[in-house]
């Protein structure tokens, strides 16, 4: 069965930094994308950035380039959210994914969330 726990959210101030983690369980390896998402209340969830595994291939989406980097341990089967000059409109819950490609249609594991609030 497998599974993904994100941990590493919490309440930061405008500018500040946060380091999200997806622990995925459940297989040796797994071929394909994993990526964070995010949402807000009442809104569609948003893809903020994405990497297949095993490459240094990465997508991150304009409203967090430069802020937010990707990056993964294979060999743990991690995947890392470095966040950095944190705006209130970051604020959201921000889920950890995999899938067989990176298109939100294609992400059927999702991890419970982890919560991140800027003020």
């Known amino acids: 069965h497998v599974q993904l726990v994100e941990s590493g959210g919490g309440s930061v101030r405008a500018g500040g930094s946060l380091r999200l983690s997806c622990a995925a369980s459940?297989?040796?390896?797994?071929?394909?994308?994993m990526a964070w998402f995010r949402q807000i209340p009442g809104k569609a969830r948003e893809a903020v950035a994405q990497?297949?595994?095993?490459?240094?291939?990465?997508y991150t989406d304009d409203s967090v380039k430069g802020r937010f980097t990707i990056s993964q341990d294979t060999s743990k089967n991690n995947l890392y959210l470095e966040m950095s000059g944190l705006d209130v409109s970051d604020t959201a819950v921000y889920y950890c994914?995999?899938?067989?490609?990176?298109?939100?249609?294609?992400?059927?594991?999702w991890g419970q969330g982890t919560q991140v609030t800027v003020s």
């Open positions: 459940g297989w040796t390896y797994i071929s394909g994308c």
């Open positions: 990497i297949y595994t095993g490459s240094t291939l990465s």
């Open positions: 994914g995999a899938g067989r490609y990176c298109s939100l249609s294609y992400i059927t594991i």
